[in-house]
Structure formats: structure tokens, C-alpha cells
């Protein structure tokens, strides 16, 4: 299996609403990420989890909330989001090896907040 | 800082020809870069990579060149097809066997007419 699922496929919600995004992956993988990427612009870092744990967060704002319940699975908890943070959410993931640089991208979950 | 960006947003061929798509980088503390294909509605595609320490790197159809002097990198597409039309993104990437982050480029839309 060299797929990462990302479901819901597309969410609208408003801004008072909490929803959250989910990624699993069953490659292996330790490390996984998530992406943000707004209409015709490239994909930019927002959280990176390594073995189950955050590494980096991006100065991304607290209203989104990463997890890592174990390590197929990454969400992303959404809570009081406004209009700007539509875009395609992406989550990737790889593994943590001396040259395997490669990460491997889910289709994007296609976020519009009213 | 760090930034990746591209010469051309759009870059239109005919099938059967070469293609060629370049990227300029500014900060030289990348070790690795890599192109990756996104098609609409999906996510990023792995194509090929390459290590700061190479200038050239093959796979199949695909050729990857890094000039270090200038900071510049390009992908070379052999006799291009019309599902080759796809945005093209180079990224550079800093780590190796942790995890790994990637700084993308802006992306060039790659059209292949017949």
C-alpha cells in the first residue's frame, strides 16, 4: 500500500463550526506533515510530526490543531477558521531514513469556510 | 531566506517535443531537491530527485540538472505527452533520515498540445 487517504474530500463549514481533517497512511512512514495550498500557489509547511510527536509548527494560528493519534494516523482539528484559510489541505508523509527523501502526498481535502 | 522560484509560470509545448522547466534557488543550504507533478484536483507527485552534491540525475524519460555555481535547477521532460500536462514544482529539502522540509517553488503550468 504507497497510498496516503485523506477524508473528507471536500468540507465547507463556517466559522463557528470545529471539524476536523483526517490522513492515514500505511507505508511505514514516522514522519508525516501537513500542507496548506491556496488556489495557483505552491504548497507550504504547516506541521511536521516524527515519530508521533510535533517537530515543527510553522507559526501556523492556534484555531488549527494538529494531532498524531498513533502512527498511520494524522488530523487536523479545525476550530473558528475564517474565509482566508479555504484552500486544499495536504497531508504527506515519509519515512525517516538517510535518503529516502521522497514524501508521499494524499489528494488534498478542498476546505471552504464561510 | 529561504525561497525556490521558477523563470516561467506557463510553459506550452507540442507532443512529441522536449520539455524543459527551470527553477532558481537562493539559499544553498538545501541537500536535495525535488520535482514533483500535481495534477488538477489532486495531490503532488513525486518525479525525481537529486542530492546538492550532484549535477545530474536521470530517470525514466526525465533528467534532472543542478547547477550549483548559479543556483539554478531544470527538469527536462523527453518527448512530452499530453499526460505530462500537469503545474511542475521544484522543492528543496533540508534533512536527512529525519524528517524532511520542504520549501516548494512557485510552479510552472506545463500545457502539451497535440
Known amino acids: 500500500d504507497t497510498e496516503v487517504t485523506q477524508t473528507p474530500k471536500h468540507l465547507v463549514m463556517g466559522m463557528t463550526n470545529k471539524k476536523s481533517l483526517k490522513c492515514e497512511q500505511h507505508?511505514?512512514?514516522?514522519?508525516m506533515y501537513w500542507y496548506k495550498q491556496k488556489a495557483k500557489k505552491p504548497p507550504e509547511l504547516m506541521f511536521v510530526?516524527?515519530?508521533?510527536?510535533?517537530?515543527i509548527n510553522e507559526s501556523v494560528p492556534s484555531r488549527f490543531s494538529p494531532e498524531c493519534p498513533n502512527s498511520s494516523l494524522l488530523n487536523l482539528h479545525l476550530h473558528a477558521l475564517q474565509p482566508e484559510d479555504s484552500a486544499l489541505y495536504l497531508c504527506?508523509?515519509?519515512?525517516?531514513?538517510?535518503?529516502?527523501?521522497?514524501?508521499?502526498f494524499g489528494p488534498g481535502t478542498r476546505l471552504t469556510v464561510l | 531566506g529561504e525561497s525556490v522560484g521558477l523563470h516561467l509560470p506557463t510553459l506550452s509545448v507540442q507532443e512529441g517535443d522536449n520539455s524543459i522547466i527551470n527553477c532558481a534557488y537562493s539559499n544553498s543550504a538545501s541537500d536535495y531537491f525535488i520535482w514533483y507533478k500535481q495534477e488538477s484536483g489532486k495531490g503532488p507527485q513525486f518525479i525525481i530527485d537529486?542530492?546538492?552534491?550532484?549535477d545530474k540525475r536521470q530517470g525514466q524519460r526525465v533528467t534532472v540538472l543542478l547547477n550549483k555555481t548559479v543556483k539554478h535547477l531544470s527538469l527536462q521532460i523527453a518527448a512530452t505527452q499530453p499526460g505530462d500536462s500537469a503545474v511542475y514544482f521544484c522543492a528543496g529539502g533540508i534533512g536527512d533520515g529525519g524528517y524532511n522540509k520542504l520549501i516548494f517553488g512557485a510552479g510552472t503550468r506545463l500545457a502539451v498540445h497535440p
Open positions: 507505508m511505514g512512514h514516522r514522519a
Open positions: 510530526y516524527s515519530y508521533e510527536k510535533l517537530s
Open positions: 504527506a508523509s515519509s519515512q525517516l531514513l538517510a535518503g529516502a527523501n521522497e514524501q508521499f
Open positions: 537529486i542530492r546538492s552534491n550532484m
